[in-house]
């Protein structure tokens, strides 16, 4: 019997940083870095980088519903960047690293709205959030180098810096939700 998974599209920032975060999350089946919401088809990384497609860097995670809700999925997501920055996370800064939701259904646009509604009503963060909620129109897979990029090159400057100590976060902060074995 097939179970029924359900998709989820989020731009925080970095793709290597969502994907490093959300493959620990229990339920979720498999996530790919990726491009969405630009004006040109199957875009490059370097066209991404340099601001020239209208793309966000996001990563389109697949999840088991009957395991981790999309709510689930949102309530990591406003916790694991700041979607109070427009186009900017860290030292990263373009429309390509915008905080969006790109929704599958009238299910998840609704839910996002009203996340994000909550979230603006709530004290957790001290300026209003821009994060843009709009239609999942396409994804564009990134190139192959992309995937499980923190794991392979964990060394790296970058990947110490500012990725580990996301997700070292996200392990406190969700440490009920992690994946106990490999999917």
């Known amino acids: 019997m097939k179970k029924n ?8 920032g970095c793709f290597w940083c969502i994907e490093a975060i959300y493959k620990r999350l229990e339920g979720v089946k498999k996530v790919r870095s990726g491009y969405s919401g ?3 088809k199957n875009p490059a990384y370097r066209e991404v980088c340099e601001g020239r497609t209208g793309h966000a860097e996001v ?19 406003w916790k694991i960047h700041d979607p109070t920055t427009l186009n900017r ?3 990263d800064v ?3 690293y ?11 646009k609704n839910l996002a709205e009203e996340s994000k509604n909550e979230m603006n009503n709530n004290t957790y963060y001290k300026s209003p959030i821009v994060t843009e909620i709009n239609a999942c129109k396409n994804f564009y ?21 500012v990725i580990l100590p996301k997700v070292e976060k996200f392990k406190t902060t969700f440490a009920n ?7």
């Open 98 to 108: 915008r905080s969006v939701i790109y929704f599958h259904n009238n299910t998840q």
């Open 177 to 183: 939700k992690l994946k106990k074995a490999e999917d």
């Open 59 to 77: 990563c389109e995670i697949e999840f088991d519903p009957e395991i981790i809700s999309f709510q689930e999925i949102l309530d990591v997501f």
């Open 5 to 12: 998974i359900e998709k989820a599209t989020l731009g925080a």
């Open 38 to 40: 630009g004006t040109i």
């Open 94 to 96: 373009g429309t390509q």
């Open 141 to 161: 897979p990134a190139e192959d180098d992309h995937n499980s990029y923190f794991e392979s090159h964990q060394e790296e400057p970058y990947c110490r810096l």
């Open 89 to 91: 996370q860290g030292n």
